[in-house]
């Protein structure tokens, strides 16, 4: 089983990325994807999450600019990022849990920052 991020990197203040999340070993529709984000010294906060019935949910930081989704034949998450702003700069996580959490994986992670 195996996250992969990518599509981190500098990006200046309201400016976009957006970060894939590459699954293999599970498949994607069937988990609840999220993206977490870090900065040292600081807990991992959870962004945005799609669960396997579709719905949607972010955080108050992120609604309005960020968009989850999932696109199932390819078995990849996504986080577009609009609008961003410098204190969205940190590492963005992917993480996958399974039904009935059971399961539960976390991606590498990948440097978002935000700066002009």
């Known amino acids: 089983v195996q996250l992969v ?8 203040p309201g400016g976009s990325l957006r970060l894939s999340c ?3 070993g599970f498949t994607v529709s069937r988990y609840s994807m999220s993206w977490a984000r870090q900065v040292p010294g600081k ?6 999450t799609i669960t396997s019935a579709g719905t949607t949910s972010y955080a108050d930081s992120a609604k309005g600019r960020f968009s ?9 998450a996504y986080l577009q990022m609009n609008s961003l702003k410098p ?28 700066s002009s």
Do not use: F, H, K
């Open 5 to 12: 991020e990518s599509g981190g990197g500098l990006v200046q």
């Open 22 to 24: 590459a699954a293999s």
């Open 43 to 48: 807990q991992r906060e959870l962004v945005a």
């Open 68 to 76: 989850i989704s999932r696109d199932n034949p390819r078995n990849t």
């Open 87 to 114: 204190e969205d700069t940190a590492v963005y996580y992917c993480n996958a849990v399974s039904q009935w959490g059971t399961y539960a994986y976390w991606g590498q992670g990948t440097q978002v920052t935000v």
